[in-house]
């Protein structure tokens, strides 16, 4: 019999926080299956099929896409995974997202990167973008191999006009306002776990050396294939 241990995982974080970096690190290190919100919004949004045409008039009136349709879209795409341990990046986004996906799967822990707002302002002013994909390269700590384009495609970046202070300011609020139920029940729950820093380089050793410790303790899902 082949055991096999199953881990799931949520990564949380503002915009500019790392979360990219982070989670891609995450995934090569612990071969996870890293499912992100975004590119899957992107990638229905792109294919123009139902749910990607709802998504792109809530986003064009400036709405958030309704819970019933974010769940529904993202507990298919992890059903897709079948019998793999998955880090979930920008879902669940509200308590009634994180309480559906409990009702589905048992998520084994919520890393929480913890970075101060004054320092994400500084980082995003840096930060380009490739759009059709979604990579985020920034000049100070994880610039493209060329200036100006993409590593994989070698197409433009390009620097949102979100990417200003004032709006910043305001995406980080509202950030804080709109998760802050949510880390505060994963905390209830006693999953959460909080990294604070400034520099991703040095928070990421704290994140790998938890996940270690995590895997290494089995306190988690396992099942048995013949």
């Excluded at 802050?180 to 990421?204: A, C, D, H, M």
Aim: with cysteine; glycine share 8%; hydrophobic share 35%.
């Amino acid at each position: 019999m082949v055991v096999r241990v199953l881990f799931r995982a949520v990564i949380m974080g503002p915009p500019g926080s790392g979360k990219g970096t982070i989670s891609d690190r995450i995934r090569k290190s612990f071969e996870l299956k890293h499912l992100s919100s975004g590119d899957i919004l992107r990638a229905n949004i792109k294919a123009k099929t139902e749910i990607g045409l709802l998504m792109k008039s809530c986003i064009d009136q400036g709405q958030l896409v309704p819970d019933d349709i974010m769940t529904r879209l993202i507990l298919a795409e992890l059903r897709n995974l079948g019998q793999n341990s998955w880090l979930l990046d920008g879902f669940p986004r509200t308590v009634r997202q994180a309480e559906a996906l409990d009702d589905v799967y048992n998520i084994d822990t919520v890393v929480n990167l913890n970075v101060p707002f004054e320092t994400i302002k500084e980082r995003l002013t840096s930060r380009w973008v490739h759009l059709s994909s979604g990579r985020v390269y920034n000049t100070t700590f994880n610039p493209p191999k060329i200036p100006g384009l993409d590593d994989i495609t070698g197409e433009p970046l390009i620097q949102r006009n979100d990417d200003t202070p004032e709006t910043v300011t305001k995406r980080l609020k509202a950030y804080e306002m709109q998760t802050q139920p949510v880390l505060e029940y994963y905390r209830s729950k006693g999953v959460l776990e909080v990294f604070s820093g400034t520099e991703t380089n040095k928070i990421w050793p704290h994140v790998h050396t938890f996940l270690s410790g995590k895997l290494a303790s089995g306190n988690h899902q396992v099942t048995g294939t013949v």
